[in-house]
């Protein structure tokens, strides 16, 4: 209450409020819905809240009509919110490459027609952190065999990109946790460029 009387106190005297003209109809109201949701979800996240974080994010995954890139984000947040809650089996299921592609194939012909939606650059990275927060997961869950086999598709879909940061640091993680010391260091002497 405190910040909205602060407000209040700083408009003119005799003014409650502030006008000003209405705003235009909103032409896509779907993608309108899919940035609330979206929205939510990070609020939630942020105020450490996961358990209210959950129903958008879960919503925000259904809603087909809504930009691909922000239902992948959708995953990402639902992810994060049942790990946080200790539901590894669940973020797993936020992050599978099933409900992935699912999502992309779904969303393809409406990201077409919708101007300002996600290039296939911003695509290609956002369904790399979906992959690699699902190697975390794995990992978190103790599932090595799992989390390296999904991170080594995932690297060889790359070509001659180098691959993110965090997928080497994976990398090494997983190999150091399987006693694989030699390839842990091989790999970072490869990062470091020697």
Known sequence: KQWYQRRVRGLPPGAESVKCLPAAPAKNP?????????????????????LQAIQPAQALIELATAPVDLRLLGCIYAAEANILLDKTFEATSCLSPELVDRIKQSSAA???????????????????????????????????????RILVQYLSTLGNEEPPLQATMLLVYIELRQGNTENALSILKQQQGG
């Open 30 to 50: 779907s993608g309108l819905r899919a940035s609330v949701l979206c929205n939510l979800a990070y609020v939630w996240l942020e105020l450490g809240d996961p």
């Open 110 to 148: 409406a990201a077409k027609q919708e101007t300002g939606s996600a290039t296939g650059k911003d695509l290609n990275e956002i369904t790399g952190t979906i992959i690699l927060n699902n190697v975390a997961v794995q990992c978190i869950k103790r599932d090595l065999n799992k989390a390296k």
